[in-house]
């Protein structure tokens, strides 16, 4: 298959699994937290994406100096997640997704400056304008019940949502460049192994919270957002 077809194909598929698992997410940080919510879906969708090595059992090359550079990738990801799940719990999902999730246009920059990628005058108007609209997005300029003006008045979740989309917008990336090459669904599984230890170790040594559920309805909701995790998980890497 084409790179351009693998490139738009990965990114249907990730735009698919992460904007369906948001959904179901704000719907189960209410319940049990964004923790809990990001430990359970993490878990599981290295599962369902460990379904997937059984077809392509391909290994990357694995050393000391990668699994280094993953754990640190790892800890990165798990606080960006934990910022966009509390954003998820304090504000609008339809506000404060499509600012997280605007983190593309940074990594675009990113990619220019540091690793040589192509940027054409028509994507950087186009990025332009993309920015243009999550300010106006974020932004509350008026408040509607009183009729005045109110600049930089953020909406709730909004300055986590930011927080998530500048950590994306360098992780990624960086990320781009560590999986290139064969055995990448590998990486991808022992990414999610590593925010599942981290968000371990963070609740049971710093938060000193219960993470047992047990109720049928929320491990329901949990497998939801840890299959389309994992969908928009595998979507995203292997369009990289």
Wanted: proline share 3%; charged share 15%.
């Amino acid at each position: 298959m084409p790179d351009i077809m693998i490139a738009l194909a990965g990114g249907i598929l990730g735009m698919l699994g992460d904007g369906t698992a948001d959904f179901f997410a704000k719907k189960t940080i209410h319940k049990v937290g964004n923790v809990i919510t990001l430990l359970y879906s993490q878990i599981i969708a290295a599962i369902f994406l460990a379904l997937y090595f059984i077809e392509d059992s391909s290994m990357p090359l694995i050393s000391a100096k990668n699994l280094v550079i993953l754990v640190l990738l790892g800890v990165i990801y798990t606080f960006g997640c934990l910022l966009l799940y509390k954003s998820f719990e304090l504000g609008k999902i339809s506000v404060v997704s499509p600012i997280s999730s605007s983190y593309a246009i940074l990594a675009a920059v990113v990619s220019f400056l540091f690793f040589g990628e192509s940027f054409s005058r028509l994507k950087m108007i186009s990025l332009a304008f993309i920015f243009l609209g999550i300010l106006l997005l974020a932004v509350d300029l008026t408040d509607r019940r009183t009729g005045r003006r109110r600049i930089g008045n953020l909406p709730k979740g909004s300055p986590q949502a930011l927080g998530a989309f500048f950590i994306f917008g360098f992780y990624f990336p960086i990320w781009d460049q560590f999986i290139e090459g064969s055995g990448w669904i590998v990486w991808a599984i022992l990414l999610k192994a590593i925010v599942a230890i981290s968000l371990i170790v963070y609740s049971q040594g710093i938060k000193r919270m219960s993470i047992s559920v047990r109720e049928k309805p929320i491990l329901f909701l949990l497998f939801t957002i840890a299959f389309f995790t994992a969908l928009g998980s595998f979507g995203t890497t292997w369009a990289y």
